[in-house]
């Protein structure tokens, strides 16, 4: 029997989303290429059996690279078992119900985890931002350092459950 085969295509501006990106790739169990979506024109989505699009939420919207991508292959993915991870300072549903809308992709699991906040890679203007937020919510910040908020049990138990169930369906269609 063949080894199922994992895509995940992903944007990350920071590089939290590509972090959660690859720990999905070694928690899975499974042969998994991660890509960013900036070179997935390379790869045939035809090889994989699974994919993961994964996309960070920037000031209340996905990726517009990773909303292309998913317009673009929207016929190639119908027949793979799919899910979409968001990353975002937010579980908000809402993000992931905008997604859908703009992109006319409803995925059948989704999952969001929260991301970071990489105070030393931001410009003066995003870190001024962002600390404002953190102290409008009552979180006091260092912006000379990062914060990290994924909870990365979640990640791997999310890898694994969702290889389990989309190797179950393939079976079993």
């Known amino acids: 029997m063949k080894t199922p085969a994992l895509l ?93 809308r703009r992109t006319g992709w409803v995925p059948e699991i989704h999952v969001s985890f929260a991301g970071g906040e990489p105070y030393t890679k931001y410009g003066f203007f995003t870190r001024w931002l962002m600390r404002s937020i953190a102290r409008k919510q009552g979180r006091r910040v260092d912006v000379h350092r990062d914060y990290e908020f994924t909870d990365w049990k979640a990640v791997d138990r999310f890898a694994r459950d969702f290889i389990g169930y989309a190797t179950a369906k393939q079976k079993s269609a």
């Open 8 to 100: 995940i295509v992903y944007a990350s501006r920071y590089g939290q989303t590509e972090k959660i990106a690859r720990r999905i790739a070694m928690a899975s169990g499974v042969r998994t290429i991660s890509v960013p979506v900036a070179e997935v024109a390379q790869v045939n989505l035809q090889e994989y059996d699974f994919l993961i699009v994964a996309s960070p939420v920037y000031f209340g919207k996905h990726d517009r690279k990773i909303e292309e991508f998913v317009r673009r292959n929207a016929e190639l993915m119908l027949p793979m078992q799919s899910a979409f991870v968001s990353v975002s300072g937010s579980k908000d549903p809402a993000f992931v119900q905008q997604f859908s």
